[in-house]
């Protein structure tokens, strides 16, 4: 993965949490095996969900 800054904050929503970086903004879901990424690339959008290049799930 590329280099993508500093951390500049996180939230947890119970099994859920959000990261955002410098040039980025992630999403994770808790797993038994621990934290995964499942959305990448995000940009938010005003009255909208964030658009996210990457998904997964």
């Not at 949490?17 to 095996?33: C, G, I, K, R």
Request: hydrophobic share 35%; net charge positive; aromatic share 10%.
């Amino acid at each position: 993965m590329p280099y993508t800054g500093a951390l500049r904050g996180s939230e947890v929503y119970g099994q859920q949490a959000q990261v955002v970086l410098n040039t980025d903004t992630l999403f994770l879901s808790a797993f038994p095996t621990g934290w995964l990424i499942t959305a990448a690339g995000c940009e938010p959008r005003p009255q909208l969900p964030y658009q996210c290049k990457v998904k997964g799930g």
